[in-house]
T-cell receptor
Framework: EVQLVESGGGLVQPGGSLRLSCAVS????????MSWVRQAPGKGLEWVGN????????YYVASVKGRFTISRDNAKNSLYLQLNSLRVEDTAVYYC???????????WGQGTLITVSS | QSALTQPPSASGSPGQSVTISCTGT?????????VSWYQQYPGRAPKLMIY???KRPSGVPDRFSGSKSGNTASLTVSGLQAEDEADYYC???????????FGGGTKLTVL
């Protein structure tokens, strides 16, 4: 059974940092691009960024470039999202997702909520 | 404001068909055959329903179909069932700079 389990969310002050983790099981993690997608409370979906199988390529939405970093550890079947210089508008549920094509994500984690507030 | 435009709501009676539109530009929907549709129930993670404009992942009922004409993609749900009541989001590839854009979502109500 494919499972993606995010952790690391919580309440953080503006300007603060957090690191999200996503533990993956049930498929060959090193064979897939992986992405993070977020959803602000009561709002729509927003792609945050993705990372190639070997970590050699990473892409981000403009609003998080230079602040967020995606990484992965294929030996640990884990995906990470380092969030720095957090802003109120980064408040959202963050989903770890498996890429199966262009803008096609077939497995999603349960999501982890980040609240940026003073 | 979302890059892709979806109607905020749509509705139909059980057994009927409903079509949800997703309008973009030649830089996203019209420029690539990479449009996906996601179904989301309240409090749940989204589920992939259609990808590459028309393809259905295994397990998705064939009542769900996708199409595209010019800068507008569409999701059609035929033979509406109560369980189809959910939010639906479209997404499109938007080139090497922007990468991915989403629609604002459509709440589908089964009357």
């Amino acid at each position: 059974e494919v499972q993606l389990v995010e952790s690391g969310g919580g309440l953080v002050q503006p300007g603060g940092s957090l690191r999200l983790s996503c533990a993956v099981s049930g498929f060959t993690f090193r064979s897939y691009w992986m992405s993070w997608v977020r959803q602000a409370p009561g709002k729509g979906l927003e792609w945050v960024g993705n990372i190639k199988q070997d970590g050699s390529e990473k892409y981000y939405v403009a609003s998080v470039k230079g602040r967020f970093t995606i990484s992965r550890d294929n030996a640990k079947n884990s995906l990470y999202l380092q969030l720095n210089s957090l802003r109120v508008e980064d408040t959202a549920v963050y989903y770890c997702v498996r890429d199966v094509g262009v803008v096609a994500w077939d497995y999603w984690g349960q999501g982890t909520l980040i609240t940026v507030s003073s | 404001q979302s890059a892709l435009t979806q109607p905020p709501s749509a509705s139909g009676s059980p057994g009927q068909s409903v079509t949800i539109s997703c309008t973009g530009t030649s830089s996203d929907v019209g420029g690539y055959n990479y449009v996906s549709w996601y179904q989301q129930y309240p409090g749940r993670a989204p589920k992939l329903m259609i990808y590459d404009v028309t393809k259905r992942p295994s397990g998705v009922p064939d009542r769900f179909s996708g199409s595209k004409s010019g800068n507008t993609a569409s999701l059609t749900v035929s033979g509406l069932q109560a369980e189809d009541e959910a939010d639906y989001y479209c997404s499109s590839y938007a080139g090497s700079n922007t990468h991915v854009v989403f629609g604002g979502g459509t709440k589908l109500t089964v009357l």
